[in-house]
């Protein structure tokens, strides 16, 4: 399976601020996709990060506020931008590697604290 | 909307039992199941994936049963352990998207 990196693993910041996210693949997959985990709540999908087009994002989650690049099939960011402390979540990449299991898999995820 | 439920929520075991947790969904047109772990803080580390089309799935001491038409999965684990102490996390794939809906979980806390 793919191994899945992210930077930063954690990070504390203050309001208002933007903090960019990375994660990296070790190989080139099909799909990469974006998840927050707010504190004690199961995982929410935010977007799927599409490779040389813009993200499609889910219901409730816009660009302006989550922009996500994907400049090719081994890396994307994620953005989040004008921080407040209700952003305070694990923010998760996982992938999809284009196998007919469609399993997918996860990285360690950035732990986010908002000030 | 699909709709994924995890019962119990909070589960405390001895070290030894076997143990069922129990997952839901409200649509059954399923493409996939997978099973997952979170330790405290982390991200998740895949278990099993069972295919629509299968009715378990096995590894170790886990075993992973679908009844895709009653809307239920099982993950069975067997001499629970110490390190069997995670949050357990079921998502459901709902068409060729790879779009995962997941479950409330269910924490796992085994005592010796």
């Known amino acids: 399976s793919a191994v899945i990196s992210q930077k930063p693993s954690r990070d504390i910041c203050q309001r208002g601020t933007s903090l960019t996210i990375q994660c990296q693949v070790d190989?080139?997959?099909?799909?990469m996709f974006w998840y927050r985990q707010q504190p004690g709540q199961s995982l929410t999908l935010i977007a799927t990060a599409n490779q040389g087009s813009e993200a499609t994002y889910e219901s409730g989650f816009v660009i302006d506020k989550f922009p996500i690049s994907r400049p090719n099939l081994t890396f994307s960011t994620l953005t989040v931008s004008n921080m407040s402390p209700e952003d305070s979540s694990i923010y998760l990449c996982?992938?999809?590697?284009?196998?007919?299991?469609?399993?997918?898999?996860f990285g360690p995820g950035t732990r986010l604290t908002v000030l | 909307k699909q709709e994924v439920t995890q019962i119990p929520a909070a589960l405390s075991v001895p070290e030894g039992e076997n143990l069922v947790l129990n997952c839901s969904f409200t649509?059954?047109?399923?493409?996939?199941l997978q099973w997952f772990r979170q330790d405290p803080g982390k991200g998740l580390t895949s278990l099993l994936l069972?295919?629509?089309?299968?009715r378990e799935q096995t590894s170790g001491r886990l075993n992973a049963s679908l009844d895709k038409s009653s809307g239920r999965s099982t993950l069975y684990i067997a001499a629970s352990q110490p390190g069997d102490s995670a949050t357990y996390l079921c998502a459901v794939l709902v068409g060729t998207a790879s779009k995962l809906t997941f479950g409330t979980g269910t924490r796992l806390q085994v005592t010796l």
């Open positions: 649509d059954s047109a399923i493409y996939n």
């Open positions: 996982s992938v999809d590697e284009g196998n007919l299991s469609n399993e997918q898999f």
């Open positions: 190989s080139q997959v099909t799909m």
């Open positions: 069972i295919q629509s089309s299968q």
